[in-house]
T-cell receptor
């Protein structure tokens, strides 16, 4: 079965610093989704990537899917305390099904 | 506000008790899902309903049952709660194939003692 591995598991950065979170799949990704979860709350959808080499941005967050469609990175530029939370990648576990899987998440803390 | 509503937000059960977690969405989504979130294990799919009238098992269905009552509502039932079911439960919904990901509820924190 497909697995999603995220790195790092946790990250503490000073406000204003850039950071990158990675999501690696054991199989080809047919759809890769990034979510953010604030502590004690539900997940908020950030963006979806489908094509190899695709890159999307939302405010100061940029996500990219590699050409082989097995790894995605999430990059935050000039981090702010509002970026703190848990970032999770999700993917279609099996093509054509609804068995959507998630990585274990990356906890981000931004120090003011 | 449009979205996914879960009730209750918190619940403590004794081992062997039963309960139903309720979920309702007003986004006209076709598909609905139940996940549990445990430390170090991420989110795991319990059951899903691709469309009204259908339900299917996910990764960890044992000990749970679901009902897709109508297009809006998808409930999760624990018939005989066990301490291993202590977790945070999330309901989510989506269109059948969506570029907008899933919309999640705010979760139910369940403790089984």
């Amino acid at each position: 079965s497909q697995e999603l591995e995220q790195s790092p598991q946790s990250l503490i950065v000073q406000e204003g610093k850039n950071l990158t979170i990675n999501c690696t799949s054991s199989k080809t990704l047919y759809g890769l989704y990034w979510y953010k979860q604030k502590y004690g709350e539900g997940l908020i959808f950030l963006m979806m990537l489908q094509k190899g080499g695709e890159e999307k941005s939302h405010e100061k967050i940029t996500a990219k899917l590699d050409e082989k469609k097995q790894q995605s990175s999430l990059h935050i530029t000039a981090s702010q305390p509002s970026h703190a939370g848990i970032y999770l990648c999700g993917a279609d576990g099996e093509k054509g099904t609804y068995k959507y899987i998630f990585g274990t998440g990356t906890r981000l803390k931004v120090l003011a | 506000n449009a979205g996914v509503t879960q009730t209750p937000k918190f619940q403590v059960l004794k081992t062997g008790q039963s309960m139903t977690l309720q979920c309702a969405q007003d986004m006209n989504h076709n598909s609905m899902y139940w996940y549990r979130q445990d430390p170090g294990m991420g989110l795991r799919l319990i059951y899903y309903s691709a469309s009204e009238g259908t339900t299917d098992k996910g990764e960890v269905p044992n000990g749970y049952n679901v009902s897709r009552l109508n297009k809006r509502e998808f409930s999760l039932r624990l018939e005989s709660a066990a301490p291993s079911q202590t977790s945070v439960y999330f309901c989510a919904s989506s269109y059948i194939r969506s570029n907008y990901g899933y919309t999640f509820g705010s979760g139910t924190r369940l403790t089984v003692v």
